[in-house]
């Protein structure tokens, strides 16, 4: 199934890639799709004038078809997110790969059951690749931990606190915290 989130139902944050300013809609995409549904909504979002593709669910990176949809969502002139357990974007070539090859724009890390030092590693290295990064984290106390570890206001582009165990931002509200 295909996910149309408008951005008014996620919250806002100034510097978070759907803001006020930043133009168009954004496309969310959940790891439900199968690749022809995926491509079918890249494409008529493009020509709908969306600006961004949020790939969301499970664990987006993991698709096979991952490269092919963040190279399809480029050359329809779109910006690409990720919602991600951060593992793959911990190797700084991959993630300075990303932001070149595919304009990897945003990536949002959660921060409930992964582990903190690839959270850590994927910080770095998408802030050194010039990716926004976004965290996720539950309110309770491993939530708690993983704020106090990784979000430092200079090293995060948003920090979200979801009320409980859905991480994923485009499945209910969460209260964003602008920094």
Same mark, same amino acid.
């Given at each position: 199934?295909?996910?149309?989130?408008?951005?008014? =139902?996620?919250?806002?944050?100034?510097?978070?890639?759907?803001?006020?300013?930043?133009?168009?809609?954004?496309?969310?995409?959940?790891?439900?799709?199968?690749?022809?549904?995926?491509?079918?909504?890249?494409?008529?979002?493009?020509?709908?004038?969306?600006?961004?593709?949020?790939?969301?669910?499970?664990?987006?990176?993991?698709?096979?078809?991952?490269?092919?949809?963040?190279?399809?969502? $480029?050359?329809?002139?779109? =910006?690409?997110?990720?919602?991600?357990?951060?593992?793959?974007?911990?190797?700084?070539?991959? $993630?300075?790969?990303?932001?070149?090859?595919?304009?990897?724009?945003?990536? @949002?890390?959660?921060? $409930?059951?992964?582990?903190?030092?690839?959270?850590?590693?994927?910080?770095?290295?998408?802030?050194?690749?010039?990716?926004?990064?976004?965290?996720?984290v539950t309110a309770n106390?491993?939530?708690?931990?993983?704020?106090?570890?990784?979000?430092?206001?200079?090293?995060?582009?948003?920090?979200?606190?979801?009320? @409980?165990? $859905?991480? @994923?931002?485009?499945?209910?509200?969460?209260?964003?915290?602008?920094?």
């Amino acid at each position: 199934m295909t996910a149309l989130v408008p951005p008014e =139902r996620l919250g806002r944050s100034r510097r978070a890639p759907w803001s006020a300013g930043a133009g168009g809609s954004t496309l969310w995409l959940l790891t439900s799709t199968t690749t022809r549904q995926a491509v079918g909504a890249i494409d008529a979002s493009a020509r709908a004038g969306y600006s961004f593709v949020v790939l969301a669910g499970d664990e987006p990176t993991e698709r096979p078809d991952f490269g092919v949809l963040a190279d399809r969502i $480029a050359r329809r002139g779109m =910006r690409l997110g990720v919602c991600t357990d951060g593992a793959r974007f911990a190797d700084p070539e991959v $993630a300075a790969g990303a932001a070149t090859a595919w304009g990897l724009a945003w990536v @949002d890390l959660h921060g $409930a059951g992964s582990d903190l030092a690839v959270l850590e590693a994927a910080l770095e290295s998408l802030g050194d690749a010039g990716v926004a990064v976004g965290l996720t984290v539950t309110a309770n106390e491993g939530g708690s931990a993983v704020v106090d570890a990784l979000a430092p206001a200079e090293r995060l582009a948003e920090l979200r606190v979801t009320p @409980d165990a $859905a991480l @994923d931002p485009a499945e209910g509200a969460a209260r964003v915290v602008a920094l």
